[in-house]
């Protein structure tokens, strides 16, 4: 019996620390964790899709990101992680900009933003 127990973010958590590598073929992690490859790969997908790893379909081999450890620390409430929604009512067909020198984002048709008082951050309103 495979590690299907344990959530697909801990089988790509452990098998980083095992391997000290992000990167990783679609067998090598099915032999790892004891599942047949089809049943790893679509997990596989499902993360990509999520932004957990990045996947290269023809080659069948991934990269593990940030996001997976950033998540893992969250859930064991060692570090803050929050995925924000902004619902933009615009006039114009373009409702958001980002400046990627410094990654300011301007959204349109967004009235306000709430933060709680226990975080730091920036509100401004358009």
Known sequence: MGLDRKHPLLWLDQYSKTFNTREFKI?????????????VEVQVITLAIQGFVH???????????DKVSHY????SKLVDYD?????????????????????DLSIKGVPHISLSNAKKGCNKSN
Do not use: H
């Open 72 to 75: 893992i620390k969250a859930k």
């Open 27 to 39: 067998e090598q992690l099915a032999d790892f964790i004891r599942m047949p490859e089809s049943q």
């Open 83 to 103: 995925v924000i929604e902004f619902q933009s009512e615009a006039d114009s067909k373009i409702n958001a900009e980002i400046k990627l020198e410094n990654f």
């Open 55 to 65: 996947y290269d379909i023809a080659q069948r081999k991934a990269f593990i990101t």
